[in-house]
């Protein structure tokens, strides 16, 4: 099983708004990813948790608050977003986040749109 | 530092065609090379990775890239392309330090009937 799943697929808020988006894997892997995707464009990262802990923290705006609450959960609590911040957020897992090339393994996606 | 390049954002080709994706790379240091597709509306998915040995990688749906080190290049091939080959497709580096991939800025692949 080499899954991982997110909710919602789709979320509309406003700016006003504090929303979360869930992932969740069910594989071991003690990496979990947040990147995001903007139309037409690479994904980039934003967040790495490594054993539960945050690791990397790519000077993403505070606005975008992640947690992991335990080694197959991650969230990424939303609040006072712009209409910029509209894109495709990806959850990612790996078995660790070390350097030996293990797969990174991508959910669907959550489309969020900040009206 | 990693970085990737790919040098077409565009790539139409008929049906049954072969087609061929190009990614050069740039590393001070070894580096695993990746090549994941994404289909409209939807994440991603692995293709192919290349870490070590054999410099031709054998991947789904009937994809296979070449590792080139004297050129720094990790080409996508397919012999025969199908209209659900429509994706677009992403070169990705990780290296030294991190898992942590460093995408380039995509192909899209069209596929014509």
């Known amino acids: 099983d080499t899954e991982v799943t997110q909710t919602p697929k789709h979320l509309v808020m406003g700016m006003t708004n504090k929303k979360s988006l869930k992932c969740e894997q069910h594989?071991?892997?003690?990496?979990m990813y947040w990147y995001k995707q903007k139309a037409k464009k690479p994904p980039e990262l934003m967040f790495v948790y490594s054993y539960e802990k945050l690791s990397i923290n790519e000077s993403v705006p505070s606005r975008f608050s992640p947690e992991c609450p335990n080694s197959s959960l991650l969230n990424l609590h939303l609040h006072a977003l712009q209409p910029e911040d509209s894109a495709l957020y990806l959850c990612?897992?790996?078995?660790?986040?070390?350097?030996?090339?293990?797969?990174?393994?991508f959910g669907e996606g959550s489309w969020l749109t900040v009206v | 530092a990693q970085s990737v390049t790919q040098l077409d954002s565009q790539v139409p080709v008929f049906e049954e065609a072969p087609v061929e994706l190009r990614c050069n790379y740039s590393?001070?240091?070894?580096?695993?090379l990746f090549w994941y597709v994404q289909y409209p509306n939807q994440g991603l998915q692995l293709l192919l990775k290349y870490l070590s040995g054999s410099t031709l990688v054998k991947g789904i749906n009937g994809f296979e890239a070449e590792f080139n080190k004297s050129q720094t290049s990790f080409h996508l091939r397919k012999p025969s392309v199908h209209i659900s080959d429509t994706a677009e497709y992403f070169c990705a580096v990780s290296g030294a330090g991190a898992n942590n991939l460093f995408f380039g800025t995509g192909t899209r692949l069209t596929v014509i009937p």
């Open positions: 590393s001070s240091v070894s580096v695993y």
């Open positions: 990612a897992s790996s078995l660790g986040q070390d350097n030996s090339g293990n797969t990174i393994y």
């Open positions: 594989m071991g892997h003690r990496a």
